[in-house]
């Protein structure tokens, strides 16, 4: 198994610019989500998703749309970057939400 | 006031201390995770308990619900060790609370010197 993969792993982007993070994960999971990271800072939860075709916000959405069209993939979409959203961001998987969170490597992405 | 306290959070040992990271929360919770972030940036997954004591290896996670408080103990200390350990929980049912979601600490610095 792969586990969770995230593609890219580094991303530079210009103020304005659109990009799709994509995460993707072969364990079957149901639940899906996107974390970002910024230092001084714990995990904050962007979006969520509890199965194909369901998703729902977290503590920090704005600036950010996702989907899940198959129980495998869940990309995370920038339609207009920001330099408030240059962060490391982080995919994780679990099944049905209540067990073991299991990570992707991560994308550090940069907005000047 | 964060609703999940980790401390400390930056600790330095030398190798083969034995090393404790405790982490205390405000709310009621259905579990609590024991994470791990070694400097290239990937998390692991190190434990997931609601009640009592779990052992893996060097590593121990205690509980207490009462007293709303975890610790994560590792034994034998090695530079290997050396990591971001994150503490995060979810919320019990009831309340009005998202029971999907994890709370996160924002992580103890550990370094091991050899």
């Known amino acids: 198994n792969a586990g969770v993969t995230q593609t890219p792993k580094f991303q530079v982007l210009k103020t304005g610019q659109s990009m799709t993070l994509q995460c993707a994960q072969d364990?079957?999971?149901?639940?899906m989500s996107w974390y970002r990271q910024d230092p001084g800072m714990g995990l904050r939860l962007i979006h969520y998703s509890v199965g194909a075709g369901i998703t729902d916000q977290g503590e920090v959405p704005n600036g950010y749309n996702v989907s899940r069209s198959t129980t495998e993939d869940f990309p995370l979409r920038l339609l207009s970057a920001a330099p408030s959203q240059t962060s490391v961001y982080f995919c994780?998987?679990?099944?049905?939400?209540?067990?073991?969170?299991?990570f992707g490597p991560g994308t550090r992405l940069t907005v000047l | 006031k964060n609703e999940v306290e980790q401390s400390p959070q930056n600790l330095t040992a030398q190798e083969g201390e034995f090393i404790t990271i405790n982490c205390s929360y405000s709310v009621g919770i259905s579990a609590l995770h024991w994470l791990q972030q070694h400097p290239g940036g990937g998390i692991v997954s190190l434990f997931m308990?609601?009640?009592g004591k779990k052992k893996h290896g060097r590593l121990i996670a205690t509980i207490n619900i009462q007293e709303k408080h975890s610790s994560l103990h590792i034994t034998a200390s090695h530079p290997r060790d050396s990591a971001v350990y994150i503490c995060a929980v979810r919320y019990e049912a009831g309340a009005g609370h998202n029971t999907d979601k994890l709370i996160f600490g924002t992580g103890t610095r550990l370094q091991v010197f050899p």
């Open positions: 308990l609601s009640s």
């Open positions: 364990m079957n999971h149901e639940y």
């Open positions: 994780a998987s679990s099944y049905r939400g209540r067990g073991e969170q299991f």
